[in-house]
Nanobody
Framework: HLVESGGGSVQAGGSLNLSCAITGFTYTSYCMAWFRHALGREREGVAS???????VYGDSVKGRFTISQDNKENTLVLLMDSLGPGDTAMYYCAAREGALCGVLSPKFFDLWGQGTPVTVSS
């Protein structure tokens, strides 16, 4: 199971930290990722991290968001800085079995959390 937390409301320029608690498996055998889905838009890849710690970011979040893994807590983390209204969306944690992440596309990911909402006001 994947359970996201940490979403909320923040003003533009602010920061939020999202967490994804992983139960039932260890992420060391899975590619982990964050996606987001805003109203009227397709689900968008935010960031991924493979089993060797290599990361990939969507163009719209590069330099502002950081994905990482908390080994001790078996948790996936997304640090979000310099947030803007365009970052408003439901954020989902996802996993796909295997060492490599490949393309950051939702169709390649098998396991999904329920999402946590992020709202950024101007």
């Amino acid at each position: 199971h994947l359970v996201e937390s940490g979403g909320g409301s923040v003003q533009a320029g602010g920061s939020l930290n999202l967490s994804c608690a992983i139960t039932g498996f260890t992420y060391t055998s899975y590619c982990m990722a964050w996606f987001r889905h805003a109203l009227g838009r397709e689900r968008e890849g935010v960031a991924s991290i493979d089993t060797d710690g290599r990361t990939v970011y969507g163009d719209s979040v590069k330099g502002r968001f950081t994905i990482s893994q908390d080994n001790k807590e078996n948790t996936l983390v997304l640090l979000m800085d310099s947030l803007g209204p365009g970052d408003t969306a439901m954020y989902y944690c996802a996993a796909r079995e295997g060492a490599l992440c490949g393309v950051l596309s939702p169709k390649f990911f098998d396991l999904w959390g329920q999402g946590t909402p992020v709202t950024v006001s101007s």
